[in-house]
């Protein structure tokens, strides 16, 4: 399992960098394509971390190559390939590195909203329920506890924030933005989306307690899902032995790693300490459980 090799960051010289993310480098290829690069960094409490995790670009790339496939029936999306040798001349050249962690993806405009569906109330979810009883304009039942199961999954949408943290806006708010019929189409999808990756990895063993989603327009104005698809960074991933609500619940991936770092005298600022050996390979066995769990298969 060990002794990949691991990459903190990608400088690939034919290609114009469009953003470095905090876990992801998007490079352009041309007018149509991107190349999206999944590094090994892995970021806590908001800061990246100078210790990578072994193996966690490739299984970030093939989850969301999984869940695209699983779900291809529900929406399109960006996917075109994950595999280097089908890809242009120009990312092959200068490939090194890049295997099993890279995807080309059809170039989308996105919608400047991240979509995101909620079984279960955690997170900023339940700050806002404590606050307001209200996630989003979603008036929740009285009395709800930490982690508990939501009736019906909601539609919470959210900003993309450049800077900071994202924030939680309404269904109308959405409209205002972008009109009813995309909303409409961006609120059911995301809705049909969630419940089936809910439905099938609950079956596989794990909760997925909330996740998000982003969508754009392709050229021909067809909305895909673009970006990720339901992987740890970007959803809650609970095992479902032991859930427990009540509290929070252990996180899949990144608890060695809060644990670790709640230990050290450390004011969650840049820059961020180095982890452990031992705790950056408990993270990346966590990374591969979740893999294993939900695929059926190693990687
Ligand atoms: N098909 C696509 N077309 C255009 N842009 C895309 C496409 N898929 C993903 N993106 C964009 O690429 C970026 C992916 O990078 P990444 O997720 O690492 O950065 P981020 O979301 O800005 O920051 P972070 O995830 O670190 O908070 C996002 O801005 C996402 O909206
Ligand atoms: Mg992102």
Request: with cysteine; proline share 5%; charged share 30%.
């Amino acid at each position: 399992m060990m002794g990949a090799a691991t990459l903190l960051q990608t400088s690939l010289s034919d290609l114009k960098l469009l953003r470095r993310g905090k876990v992801r480098d998007v490079y352009t290829v041309d007018d149509d394509y991107l190349l999206i690069v999944a590094t090994d960094r892995i970021s806590a409490f908001d800061c990246i971390l100078p210790t990578p995790i072994e193996r966690k670009g490739a299984v970030l790339t093939a989850l969301s190559e999984f869940w695209f496939e699983h779900l291809s029936h529900v929406v399109p999306n960006h996917l075109v390939t994950t595999e280097i040798d089908k890809m242009p001349e120009i990312i092959r050249r200068q490939c090194k590195n890049l295997e099993a962690r890279s995807m080309l993806v059809r170039r989308a405009e996105v919608f400047p909203i991240e979509c995101v569906v909620r079984g279960y109330i955690a997170g900023s979810g339940w700050k806002d329920y404590l606050r307001t009883g209200e996630v989003c304009g979603h008036k929740l039942p009285q009395g709800l506890q930490e982690s508990e199961e939501l009736l019906e999954p909601i539609f919470t949408p959210a900003t993309k924030a450049e800077e900071g943290h994202d924030q939680n806006i309404s269904e109308a708010r959405v409209r205002e933005l972008l009109g009813t019929e995309t909303t409409n189409f961006l609120r059911d999808t995301s809705l049909n989306l969630y419940s089936e990756a809910r439905s099938y990895a609950r079956s596989r063993g794990i909760i997925i307690a909330d996740t998000k989603f982003e969508f754009g327009r392709d050229k021909n104005g067809k909305i895909l899902l673009v970006d990720e698809a339901l992987t740890p960074d970007s959803s809650r991933f609970w095992p479902l032995e032991g859930y427990m609500p009540g509290g929070a619940q252990p996180s899949f991936d990144k608890q060695f790693v809060r644990d670790y770092l709640e230990t050290l005298d450390w004011d969650k600022k840049p820059p961020a300490p180095s982890i452990s050996y031992q705790v950056a390979e408990a993270t990346t066995r966590r990374y591969l459980e979740a893999f294993r769990l939900i695929t059926g298969k190693n990687i």
